[in-house]
């Protein structure tokens, strides 16, 4: 039995963790720490040159090495990464505007 809070989706499939040349997804963070599942919850991101840019999800995952992952489900996004989005979205909109784009 579980002791973490949130609900989550079931994941039928792990998402992508692959990187090229520094740019991909991978996942960063460890919060919310259940110690009866021994898991935690990491956000996914697209990355650019190893940098987060912007989540794309969170899930809790049981990790040994932080390097191989089981995934139990995808939760939602906390505030933070909700005003992540919103700074890269804006970020995004006024440098297309800024050369012309737009």
């Keep these: ?11 039928t ?3 992508s963790l692959f990187t090229f040349n520094g740019f991909g997804f991978k996942l960063y963070g460890k919060s919310d720490y259940d ?3 021994d898991s935690f919850m990491a956000t996914h991101y697209f ?12 899930y809790r995952v049981i990790s040994k090495d932080g390097i191989t992952y089981r995934f139990l489900g ?4 906390r505030q933070f ?7 890269f979205a804006g970020l995004a909109t006024f440098l297309i505007a800024a050369i012309g784009l737009l």
């Design 35 to 37: 110690a009866g599942t």
């Design 74 to 77: 995808k939760g939602k996004f």
């Design 1 to 11: 039995m579980h002791q973490f809070n949130e609900e989550l989706e079931p994941v």
């Design 47 to 58: 990355v650019a040159l190893h940098l987060p840019l912007f989540p794309v999800a969170r």
């Design 13 to 15: 499939t792990a998402p």
């Design 81 to 87: 990464e909700k005003m992540h989005v919103a700074l």
